[in-house]
């Protein structure tokens, strides 16, 4: 009876093997090679600018003469300076930041003035424009200067032409250097609201899972969760940032974490972080066992093709039997590896993003609990969820595993199914809904 459970297991190890090296080979052994690349010489992150800045304005408006009142007075940004319904112009202005503003930051600013042009750009509430001259300014460019994770947004109001810019019918805005107005018009800019966005993102982590394998495109738990976080207020201008790999195990995510310029200047912006992975801990040591026990290059361009033929060759259930010790002693090794990992892990990103708010997945069974190799995987993902699990650890888990394990829907989660030849394990669409769901169960959207 031993004997026939374990043929029926190697049979079945030798049927995912084949497929699973044809899907993910590739994608497992480039990430392994990312851990040669050579560290980027500075990933210092700048962290001078804490608090939140701001920004004040005031100008010179015809028939008005210096705004606000009384004179020195400033607009709080996003505020308006000038008029919108008078026909008077605005001909000059002063801009500068507030708030903690670090050493080095500031902002500056060019405008466009009737018979003079462009007249230079001015900085830190230096004076631009004319006063006594009875000039309009007809279009400005604003930009920040030393003052990574922040933008300029500005609008305003022009002769003939109303509320600038339009943005699908509606008042929106510019950024960051672009030009607001008119040049070559003999159009008067009558009024601008100006204000400083904090660059926040959602940064996505982890392996295929996170990259959205499988998912109908746009349907990824990534993006799913992150139309969520949109609709919170204060967060209509986060941005995503999907840095998920395939075939990255816990190794590559360190390494990715520690010196990848991208993804530390990604982090530094963060305001929600997700991370997916684990898995590949598993997979990527059984596919480096199998390329030794049938003697083929992992590095070389066409291994998933040469270990997929090699696994179809007679004799390949019994190389793949003397193995198996091997295959589970590297398994371990690299379970083993994930809880070494993960503290630095978990450490490196609160380095990088103090403030933000993370939430982690833990890893789901493909296989059903009524197949052989149930017993063969299962302990293993359950060693990693356990790591993941680690009480007091400063995140919050999105319990994934629980989560399909019970899942009593119609429509599958994964399209790995023995009867049908589909051993793809990654979540189907429905499946990544599933995962956005756990994130929400989380605690983290009210």
């Not at 018979?115 to 750009?121: I, Q, V």
């Not at 990259?211 to 992150?226: E, H, I, K, Q, R």
């Not at 999105?398 to 790995?416: C, H, I, K, M, R």
């Amino acid at each position: 009876m031993k004997t026939s459970i374990f043929r029926s297991i190697t049979g079945r190890l030798l049927i995912l093997l084949l497929l699973l090296s044809m899907i993910f080979s590739t994608s497992v052994f480039a990430a392994v090679d990312s851990n040669s690349n050579e560290a980027s010489n500075d990933p210092t992150i700048d962290t001078q600018a804490t608090g939140d800045i701001g920004v004040q304005y005031r100008g010179h408006v015809q028939n008005k003469g210096d705004v606000p009142l009384p004179v020195g007075n400033f607009v709080t940004g996003p505020n308006e300076l000038g008029s919108r319904s008078e026909g008077l112009r605005l001909e000059g202005l002063r801009i500068e930041l507030t708030g903690a503003v670090p050493s080095g930051a500031g902002i500056s600013y060019e405008v466009h003035v009737q018979n003079k042009g462009w007249m230079g750009t001015v900085q830190n509430g230096d004076f631009a424009g004319t006063t006594g001259a009875g000039l309009r300014i007809e279009a400005i460019k604003i930009n920040l200067t030393g003052l990574d994770g922040y933008e300029v947004y500005y609008r305003g109001h022009v002769q003939n032409k109303g509320n600038i810019p339009d943005v699908d019918n509606t008042w929106g805005w510019v950024k960051n250097g672009a030009e607001l107005g008119t040049t070559g018009e003999s159009l008067r800019l009558e009024s601008i609201e100006i204000k400083i966005v904090k660059t926040e993102t959602y940064t996505a982590l982890g392996d295929s899972i996170a990259y959205g394998m499988s998912a109908t495109p746009g349907s990824g738990y990534v993006n799913l969760f992150y139309n969520d976080l949109k609709g919170i207020s204060g967060n209509e201008d986060l941005t995503l940032v999907n840095l998920g790999v395939p075939g990255y195990a816990s190794s590559q995510l360190l390494n990715q974490l520690q010196n990848d310029p991208a993804t530390i200047a990604a982090l530094s912006k963060a305001k929600v972080i997700t991370v997916s992975v684990g898995g590949n801990n598993i997979l990527a040591p059984v596919i480096a066992s199998l390329a030794v026990a049938f003697q083929l290059d992992p590095a070389s361009p066409t291994f998933a093709a040469d270990l997929a033929a090699a696994l179809t060759q007679p004799g390949a259930q019994d190389i793949i039997t003397a193995a198996l010790p091997t295959i589970q002693t590297n398994v371990t090794a690299s379970v083993t590896q994930f809880g070494t990992d993960w503290p630095q892990i978990v450490a490196t990103i609160k380095t990088l993003s103090p403030q933000a708010d993370i939430v982690v997945t833990t890893l789901y069974d493909p296989i059903s609990s009524q197949d052989p190799l149930f017993a063969v995987f299962d302990p293993a993902i359950q060693t990693i969820n356990t790591v993941i699990k680690t009480p007091g650890a400063g995140y919050k888990v999105a319990d994934v595993y629980t989560a399909f394990a019970t899942y009593q829907g119609s429509e599958p989660l994964v399209n790995f199914n023995w009867y049908i030849g589909n051993l793809d394990p990654h979540p189907t669409t429905a499946g990544h809904e599933l995962i956005y769901q756990c994130h929400l169960n989380a605690g983290f959207i009210d």
